[in-house]
């Protein structure tokens, strides 16, 4: 049982570089998401899906892309690393995007620092 | 707009004594309510949920919540408290584009 697995675990950029941040979940859930994780403010969703093929736009989505091509994966690209984007990023994922009362897995994430 | 607040960025509690972590919601049309845990380095695990029905939510690791509608709060509880339960402790309420987390509280269990 993987869950929801989340590779890189820590990553360092310099400015102006990209990078992709792999999330894969093995449950067939519909839901997938991204959030960031920065001290004092809690979890803010970046992007999510409710299925291949669809995405959508989270809280707080400039500076980041998504594509679900598969139900599988839900990769996070970051096409220009700025300083402001060094935070903790995890993926979560549920059953179903419409059923509010499906919890959340959570991969393990990852740590990005941006120099 | 759904918002969660915690009003309390640590709680101490010794060890074998009761805990409460606060929290309370704003949302429009009725709440889905959960509560999170994360230890260091790690993901967030989910504890227990609030739909609809009792009021007295049971949830792992010997928690529970209870959910006040008047007073629009989801306190989460438990009655004797294990330094094992040093954590950070989320509240979040869902909507349909995700969850809205609140801050988050750090419980610090002292033995």
């Known amino acids: 049982n993987a869950g929801v697995t989340q590779t890189p675990k820590f990553q360092v950029l310099k400015t102006g570089q990209s990078m992709t941040l792999q999330c894969a979940q093995d449950m067939n859930h519909e839901y997938m998401s991204w959030y960031r994780q920065d001290p004092g403010m809690g979890l803010r969703l970046i992007h999510y899906?409710?299925?291949?093929?669809?995405?959508d736009q989270g809280e707080v989505p400039n500076g980041y892309n998504v594509s679900r091509s598969t139900t599988e994966d839900f990769p996070l690209r970051l096409l220009s690393a700025a300083p402001s984007q060094t935070s903790v990023y995890f993926c979560?994922?549920?059953?179903?995007?419409?059923?509010?009362?499906?919890?959340?897995?959570f991969g393990n994430g990852t740590r990005l620092t941006v120099t | 707009a759904q918002s969660v607040a915690q009003p309390e960025d640590q709680v101490n509690v010794a060890e074998g004594n009761p805990l409460t972590v606060k929290c309370t919601y704003s949302?429009?049309?009725?709440?889905?309510l959960f509560w999170y845990v994360q230890y260091p380095n790690r993901g967030l695990q989910f504890l227990l949920k609030?739909?609809?029905?009792?009021?007295l939510v049971k949830g792992s690791y010997g928690f529970e919540a209870e959910f006040n509608k008047s007073q629009t709060s989801f306190h989460l509880k438990k009655p004797s408290a294990l330094v094992s339960d040093s954590a950070l402790y989320f509240c979040a309420v869902r909507a349909l584009l995700g969850l809205t987390f609140g801050k988050g509280t750090h419980l610090i269990i002292q033995p």
């Open positions: 949302v429009s049309g009725n709440p889905y």
């Open positions: 609030y739909i609809t029905g009792d009021n």
């Open positions: 979560a994922s549920s059953y179903s995007g419409t059923e509010r009362n499906s919890p959340l897995h």
């Open positions: 899906s409710v299925g291949a093929g669809i995405t």
